[in-house]
Protein backbone atom coordinates (compact mmCIF):
# COMPACT_ATOMS: atom_id res chain seq x y z
CA UNK A 1 0.00 0.00 0.00
CA UNK A 2 1.36 3.48 -1.17
CA UNK A 3 0.10 6.21 1.36
CA UNK A 4 0.82 9.92 0.03
CA UNK A 5 1.28 12.54 2.18
CA UNK A 6 0.79 16.16 0.89
CA UNK A 7 2.29 18.39 4.16
CA UNK A 8 2.57 22.41 4.15
CA UNK A 9 6.61 22.51 3.42
CA UNK A 10 9.00 24.25 5.63
CA UNK A 11 7.23 24.73 8.85
CA UNK A 12 7.97 22.77 11.61
CA UNK A 13 4.37 21.84 12.45
CA UNK A 14 3.47 20.69 8.49
CA UNK A 15 6.92 18.54 9.11
CA UNK A 16 5.73 17.34 12.54
CA UNK A 17 1.94 17.18 11.20
CA UNK A 18 3.00 14.40 8.87
CA UNK A 19 5.46 12.71 10.45
CA UNK A 20 2.58 11.94 13.21
CA UNK A 21 0.25 11.50 10.65
CA UNK A 22 2.57 8.71 9.61
CA UNK A 23 3.18 6.81 11.98
CA UNK A 24 -0.41 6.82 13.17
CA UNK A 25 -1.02 5.31 9.47
CA UNK A 26 2.05 2.99 9.43
CA UNK A 27 0.95 1.66 12.96
CA UNK A 28 -2.70 1.53 11.57
CA UNK A 29 -1.65 0.07 7.97
CA UNK A 30 1.23 -2.16 8.76
CA UNK A 31 4.97 -2.47 8.32
CA UNK A 32 4.23 -3.02 4.39
CA UNK A 33 2.82 0.44 3.50
CA UNK A 34 5.44 2.72 1.74
CA UNK A 35 4.90 6.45 2.47
CA UNK A 36 5.96 9.34 -0.11
CA UNK A 37 5.35 12.74 0.74
CA UNK A 38 5.00 16.04 -1.42
CA UNK A 39 5.83 19.51 0.24
CA UNK A 40 3.48 22.16 -0.42
CA UNK A 41 3.76 25.70 -0.48
CA UNK A 42 1.11 28.95 -0.88
CA UNK A 43 1.30 30.24 -4.00
CA UNK A 44 -0.67 32.94 -5.89
CA UNK A 45 -2.26 29.97 -8.51
CA UNK A 46 -3.10 27.64 -5.52
CA UNK A 47 -4.31 24.88 -7.45
CA UNK A 48 -4.21 21.06 -7.02
CA UNK A 49 -3.39 18.96 -9.76
CA UNK A 50 -5.34 15.40 -9.86
CA UNK A 51 -1.60 13.87 -10.49
CA UNK A 52 -0.71 14.46 -7.17
CA UNK A 53 -2.54 12.00 -5.25
CA UNK A 54 -0.96 8.93 -6.35
CA UNK A 55 -1.27 6.73 -3.31
CA UNK A 56 -3.76 3.88 -2.50
CA UNK A 57 -4.50 6.45 0.54
CA UNK A 58 -4.04 10.16 -0.18
CA UNK A 59 -3.28 12.38 3.52
CA UNK A 60 -3.39 16.24 3.67
CA UNK A 61 -2.08 17.58 6.38
CA UNK A 62 -1.66 21.37 7.55
CA UNK A 63 -2.58 22.45 4.54
CA UNK A 64 -5.49 24.18 2.18
CA UNK A 65 -8.67 21.69 1.22
CA UNK A 66 -8.85 20.06 -2.08
CA UNK A 67 -12.14 18.64 -3.53
CA UNK A 68 -10.66 15.49 -5.11
CA UNK A 69 -12.29 12.54 -4.65
CA UNK A 70 -8.75 10.67 -4.11
CA UNK A 71 -8.36 12.58 -1.00
CA UNK A 72 -8.66 10.08 1.67
CA UNK A 73 -7.59 12.18 4.75
CA UNK A 74 -7.48 15.50 5.54
CA UNK A 75 -6.35 17.85 9.16
CA UNK A 76 -6.36 21.56 8.83
CA UNK A 77 -6.64 24.28 11.24
CA UNK A 78 -5.88 27.21 9.79
CA UNK A 79 -9.30 29.64 9.37
CA UNK A 80 -8.32 29.86 5.56
CA UNK A 81 -8.89 26.56 4.77
CA UNK A 82 -10.62 26.32 1.97
CA UNK A 83 -9.96 27.66 -1.66
CA UNK A 84 -13.21 28.99 -2.63
CA UNK A 85 -16.83 28.74 -1.09
CA UNK A 86 -17.37 25.73 -3.13
CA UNK A 87 -14.69 24.08 -1.40
CA UNK A 88 -16.24 24.40 1.58
CA UNK A 89 -19.78 23.68 0.93
CA UNK A 90 -17.57 20.31 -0.78
CA UNK A 91 -16.25 19.81 2.34
CA UNK A 92 -19.79 20.15 4.57
CA UNK A 93 -21.02 17.13 2.24
CA UNK A 94 -18.09 15.17 2.57
CA UNK A 95 -16.85 15.15 6.43
CA UNK A 96 -19.16 12.75 7.74
CA UNK A 97 -18.72 9.96 5.15
CA UNK A 98 -14.75 10.91 4.94
CA UNK A 99 -12.04 11.36 7.01
CA UNK A 100 -11.72 14.54 7.01
CA UNK A 101 -10.59 17.05 10.47
CA UNK A 102 -11.22 20.84 10.67
CA UNK A 103 -10.96 23.04 13.77
CA UNK A 104 -9.47 26.18 13.62
CA UNK A 105 -9.28 26.82 17.40
CA UNK A 106 -5.96 24.56 17.46
CA UNK A 107 -2.71 26.51 18.01
CA UNK A 108 -0.95 23.67 15.75
CA UNK A 109 -2.23 21.14 13.36
CA UNK A 110 0.02 18.36 14.99
CA UNK A 111 -1.74 18.71 18.55
CA UNK A 112 -4.89 18.32 16.49
CA UNK A 113 -3.93 15.26 15.00
CA UNK A 114 -2.83 14.22 17.95
CA UNK A 115 -6.85 14.58 19.80
CA UNK A 116 -8.20 13.19 16.77
CA UNK A 117 -5.87 9.99 17.00
CA UNK A 118 -6.28 9.64 20.43
CA UNK A 119 -9.93 10.32 20.71
CA UNK A 120 -11.87 8.89 17.63
CA UNK A 121 -9.35 6.08 16.62
CA UNK A 122 -8.05 5.46 20.41
CA UNK A 123 -4.31 5.51 19.15
CA UNK A 124 -1.64 7.45 21.30
CA UNK A 125 1.83 7.29 20.05
CA UNK A 126 3.13 8.27 23.64
CA UNK A 127 6.82 8.46 22.50
CA UNK A 128 6.09 11.64 20.29
CA UNK A 129 4.95 13.31 22.93
CA UNK A 130 7.90 15.51 22.98
CA UNK A 131 7.00 16.77 18.92
CA UNK A 132 3.41 17.58 19.53
CA UNK A 133 4.64 19.94 22.55
CA UNK A 134 7.37 21.80 20.61
CA UNK A 135 4.60 21.55 17.42
CA UNK A 136 2.14 23.73 20.11
CA UNK A 137 5.27 26.13 21.06
CA UNK A 138 5.76 26.63 17.95
CA UNK A 139 3.12 27.17 15.76
CA UNK A 140 1.60 28.96 18.80
CA UNK A 141 4.27 31.23 19.07
CA UNK A 142 4.08 30.38 22.73
CA UNK A 143 7.34 31.97 23.39
CA UNK A 144 8.78 33.34 26.59
CA UNK A 145 10.12 36.42 24.80
CA UNK A 146 11.11 37.43 21.35
CA UNK A 147 14.53 36.76 22.32
CA UNK A 148 14.67 33.62 23.04
CA UNK A 149 12.35 32.62 20.05
CA UNK A 150 15.53 34.60 17.94
CA UNK A 151 18.41 32.95 20.40
CA UNK A 152 16.89 29.41 19.59
CA UNK A 153 18.80 27.65 22.37
CA UNK A 154 16.43 24.74 22.42
CA UNK A 155 16.98 21.56 19.89
CA UNK A 156 13.48 21.86 18.47
CA UNK A 157 13.94 25.47 18.03
CA UNK A 158 17.20 24.64 15.96
CA UNK A 159 15.27 22.59 13.88
CA UNK A 160 12.87 24.47 12.55
CA UNK A 161 15.39 26.76 11.47
CA UNK A 162 16.56 24.02 9.21
CA UNK A 163 13.26 23.33 8.12
CA UNK A 164 12.21 26.85 7.39
CA UNK A 165 15.21 27.93 5.79
CA UNK A 166 16.86 24.84 3.48
CA UNK A 167 16.54 24.87 0.54
CA UNK A 168 14.15 21.81 -1.35
CA UNK A 169 11.86 19.54 0.32
CA UNK A 170 14.86 16.54 0.75
CA UNK A 171 16.05 17.67 3.84
CA UNK A 172 12.30 18.65 5.16
CA UNK A 173 11.48 15.07 4.37
CA UNK A 174 14.47 13.00 6.17
CA UNK A 175 13.33 14.86 8.94
CA UNK A 176 9.97 13.95 9.16
CA UNK A 177 11.12 10.35 8.97
CA UNK A 178 13.69 11.03 11.47
CA UNK A 179 10.64 12.50 13.90
CA UNK A 180 8.48 9.38 13.79
CA UNK A 181 11.36 7.73 15.91
CA UNK A 182 13.70 9.92 16.74
CA UNK A 183 13.90 12.73 19.59
CA UNK A 184 13.70 16.29 18.64
CA UNK A 185 17.99 16.39 20.44
CA UNK A 186 18.94 12.75 18.44
CA UNK A 187 18.12 14.83 15.15
CA UNK A 188 19.30 17.66 15.82
CA UNK A 189 22.68 15.18 16.35
CA UNK A 190 22.65 14.21 13.53
CA UNK A 191 26.06 14.97 11.37
CA UNK A 192 23.59 15.83 7.63
CA UNK A 193 21.25 18.25 10.10
CA UNK A 194 24.10 19.90 11.59
CA UNK A 195 26.18 20.74 8.02
CA UNK A 196 22.94 21.96 7.12
CA UNK A 197 22.11 24.04 10.10
CA UNK A 198 25.67 25.71 10.76
CA UNK A 199 25.71 27.73 7.51
CA UNK A 200 22.10 28.56 7.90
CA UNK A 201 22.64 29.57 11.70
CA UNK A 202 25.33 32.52 10.19
CA UNK A 203 22.83 33.71 7.71
CA UNK A 204 20.39 33.92 10.55
CA UNK A 205 22.26 36.18 12.42
CA UNK A 206 22.81 37.72 9.16
CA UNK A 207 19.29 38.51 8.54
CA UNK A 208 18.78 39.69 12.16
CA UNK A 209 21.36 42.94 11.06
CA UNK A 210 19.27 43.60 7.51
CA UNK A 211 16.19 43.74 9.36
CA UNK A 212 17.73 46.32 11.45
CA UNK A 213 18.91 48.30 9.07
CA UNK A 214 15.41 48.00 6.55
CA UNK A 215 12.97 47.92 9.51
CA UNK A 216 11.16 50.76 10.70
CA UNK A 217 8.67 50.95 13.60
CA UNK A 218 5.67 53.47 13.58
CA UNK A 219 2.44 53.83 15.06
CA UNK A 220 2.49 50.26 16.47
CA UNK A 221 3.22 48.65 13.14
CA UNK A 222 7.10 47.48 11.93
CA UNK A 223 7.44 47.43 8.42
CA UNK A 224 10.51 45.97 6.22
CA UNK A 225 11.27 44.93 2.51
CA UNK A 226 13.99 42.51 1.94
CA UNK A 227 13.02 41.61 -1.86
CA UNK A 228 16.07 42.55 -3.23
CA UNK A 229 17.71 40.15 -0.37
CA UNK A 230 18.65 36.78 -0.33
CA UNK A 231 15.99 36.45 2.74
CA UNK A 232 14.26 33.16 2.14
CA UNK A 233 12.82 31.81 5.34
CA UNK A 234 13.76 34.69 7.65
CA UNK A 235 13.21 34.14 11.52
CA UNK A 236 9.68 35.88 11.93
CA UNK A 237 10.42 36.49 15.77
CA UNK A 238 13.24 38.82 14.65
CA UNK A 239 11.56 41.99 14.09
CA UNK A 240 9.65 41.96 17.71
CA UNK A 241 12.99 41.36 19.08
CA UNK A 242 14.49 44.69 17.34
CA UNK A 243 10.88 46.33 18.08
CA UNK A 244 9.20 45.19 21.52
CA UNK A 245 7.00 48.28 20.99
CA UNK A 246 5.65 46.90 18.01
CA UNK A 247 1.59 45.34 18.18
CA UNK A 248 1.94 44.02 14.32
CA UNK A 249 4.54 43.48 11.06
CA UNK A 250 4.67 43.46 7.54
CA UNK A 251 7.41 42.44 5.57
CA UNK A 252 7.92 41.60 1.91
CA UNK A 253 10.19 39.48 0.78
CA UNK A 254 10.71 36.91 -2.48
CA UNK A 255 11.49 33.23 -3.15
CA UNK A 256 12.73 31.61 -6.05
CA UNK A 257 9.17 31.04 -7.16
CA UNK A 258 6.67 33.67 -5.34
CA UNK A 259 6.56 37.00 -4.01
CA UNK A 260 5.50 37.24 0.29
CA UNK A 261 3.47 39.94 1.62
CA UNK A 262 4.12 38.31 5.65
CA UNK A 263 1.85 39.55 8.06
CA UNK A 264 1.88 38.92 12.22
CA UNK A 265 1.10 39.96 15.38
CA UNK A 266 3.61 40.70 18.13
CA UNK A 267 2.80 37.81 20.84
CA UNK A 268 4.15 39.90 23.48
CA UNK A 269 2.56 43.32 22.48
CA UNK A 270 2.77 46.04 25.24
CA UNK A 271 -1.45 46.08 23.65
CA UNK A 272 -3.56 43.15 22.85
CA UNK A 273 -3.96 43.13 18.71
CA UNK A 274 -7.85 44.10 17.18
CA UNK A 275 -7.33 42.71 13.82
CA UNK A 276 -7.94 39.68 12.72
CA UNK A 277 -5.18 39.07 10.45
CA UNK A 278 -6.32 35.89 8.29
CA UNK A 279 -9.46 38.02 7.10
CA UNK A 280 -7.16 41.28 6.07
CA UNK A 281 -5.13 38.69 4.19
CA UNK A 282 -7.69 36.80 2.45
CA UNK A 283 -9.54 40.10 1.25
CA UNK A 284 -5.67 39.95 -1.28
CA UNK A 285 -6.12 36.12 -2.05
CA UNK A 286 -4.42 35.09 0.89
CA UNK A 287 -4.93 33.67 4.52
CA UNK A 288 -3.44 31.86 7.69
CA UNK A 289 -5.01 32.42 11.99
CA UNK A 290 -6.56 35.65 13.19
CA UNK A 291 -2.80 36.43 14.39
CA UNK A 292 -0.61 35.75 11.51
CA UNK A 293 -1.22 35.72 7.76
CA UNK A 294 0.23 35.94 4.33
CA UNK A 295 -0.52 36.92 1.02
CA UNK A 296 1.22 35.18 -1.68
CA UNK A 297 2.15 36.81 -5.98
CA UNK A 298 3.72 35.31 -8.86
CA UNK A 299 7.51 35.94 -8.84
CA UNK A 300 7.42 39.27 -10.97
CA UNK A 301 4.30 40.79 -8.99
CA UNK A 302 6.81 42.58 -6.80
CA UNK A 303 5.18 46.09 -7.49
CA UNK A 304 1.61 44.82 -6.55
CA UNK A 305 2.77 42.59 -3.81
CA UNK A 306 4.69 46.22 -2.34
CA UNK A 307 1.32 47.68 -3.18
CA UNK A 308 -0.77 45.60 -1.33
CA UNK A 309 1.75 45.67 1.64
CA UNK A 310 1.36 49.77 2.19
CA UNK A 311 -2.15 49.08 2.14
CA UNK A 312 -1.90 46.68 5.04
CA UNK A 313 0.50 48.92 6.84
CA UNK A 314 -1.90 51.82 6.47
CA UNK A 315 -5.46 49.50 7.85
CA UNK A 316 -3.05 48.59 10.81
CA UNK A 317 -1.80 51.76 11.98
CA UNK A 318 -5.11 53.52 11.39
Known amino acids: MKVRVL ?45 LFD ?8 FKYSNSDRIT ?22 KSQRRYYFDPKYRSCTEFIAHIGRTVYGYDAADLAELVHWAG ?19 AMKLTLVIEAVKGSEMVQKVIRMMQRQSLAEIM ?31 GVIFFDV ?14 SLFPQAIYTVSVSRASFRTKVSVGSNPWAPSEPTHNLATICERYGGGGHPRVGAISFE ?3 LEQARRVAHEVV ?5
Open 7 to 51: YHDHCFDGAASAAYFSRFASDRYGAGAEFAYTGMAHKASQLFEES
Open 299 to 301: RDE
Open 55 to 62: GDENAIVD
Open 189 to 219: AEPQIQAVFQPLWERHLSSIDVIRQTGHCAD
Open 73 to 94: WWFDHHQSAFLSHDDQLDYERK
Open 314 to 318: AELRG
Open 137 to 155: IIDGANYNSADEAVHMEEP
Open 227 to 240: ADYDMEGYNKFVPY
